[in-house]
């Protein structure tokens, strides 16, 4: 099971990093780790869950099952590595990014375009892949879990202290990343969108846009927010 940091009321703050030294290591040890982790995510992204193995990874790596396994000693462990690996990349990849926006009017177009373009990497599909079949498998289920939280906090913490203050102030600055953040996923995942495509993915990221960063669509999340809070008083 994974070793979970946590806070007082048990929210994740952090996944470790399956690449870590231990004591004694050299620096190779970390670079190997990461190509092997690489390579698994890689693997997961082109073959899918159900054709990773280790020989597949190690070959990927350009290194022996057995230096391979010697890092991460079965299926299982390898798994729960790539887990955190792609978790932690997704964080930073989001949060770089991010912090290289100019705070001027055209922050919220820009953010929009980067959550997108940042769907079309090996690290999303590869958690795409573990994500679906976490939903069939328990046990892998288990080890998703703490990856899921930690990514939505990490991602919502970053948010916070990256995008503009009259944005974090906001009762709808949850509402807003959600709906850009969900609609933007399931667009990727499902892959559904099969003919007029660029046209139709063009259309709504610029809804999106609209949505979160005008007055009148942030008038519209505001009442949404506004009416949850009425049923939830009543």
């Given amino acids: 099971m994974t070793n979970k940091k946590t806070t007082e ?10 690449a870590a030294l231990t004591s004694g290591e050299f620096n190779r040890s970390r670079r190997t780790r990461l190509k092997i982790l690489d390579a698994g995510v890689a693997v997961l992204a082109r073959d899918g869950y159900k054709k990773l193995s280790t020989t597949g990874v190690a070959k990927e790596a350009g290194i022996t099952r057995a230096a391979m396994l010697y890092h991460f000693g079965s299926r299982s ?3 729960e ?12 990849m989001y949060t770089n990014a991010m912090e290289g926006l100019p705070h001027d009017e055209g922050f919220l177009e820009r953010a929009v375009d980067i959550a997108w373009e940042q769907l079309q990497t090996p690290e999303f599909e590869a958690y795409t892949e573990l994500s679906l079949a976490s939903r069939t498998d328990p046990e892998l289920r288990a080890l ?4 899921l939280a930690a990514f939505d906090r990490a991602r919502r913490e970053a948010a916070l202290g ?4 009259y ?3 906001k009762v709808e600055f949850d509402l807003r990343r959600d709906v850009v953040r969900f609609l933007l996923e399931g667009v990727a ?3 559904g969108i099969t003919f007029n495509r660029e046209e139709r993915v063009g259309a709504m990221l610029r809804f999106l846009k609209l949505l979160i960063g005008t007055e009148d669509g942030v008038a519209l999340l505001r009442k949404a927010v506004g ?4 049923d939830d008083a009543a």
């Fill in 167 to 169: 944005l974090s102030d």
């Fill in 189 to 191: 995942q499902q892959d």
């Fill in 77 to 79: 462990e390898l798994i």
């Fill in 227 to 230: 009416a949850s809070q009425e």
């Fill in 162 to 165: 990256l995008f503009p203050r």
């Fill in 9 to 18: 009321n048990g929210h994740i703050t952090r996944l470790p990093d399956p």
């Fill in 81 to 92: 590595a790539i887990i955190r690996h792609v978790t932690r990349r997704r964080i930073d």
């Fill in 144 to 147: 998703m879990e703490p990856a």
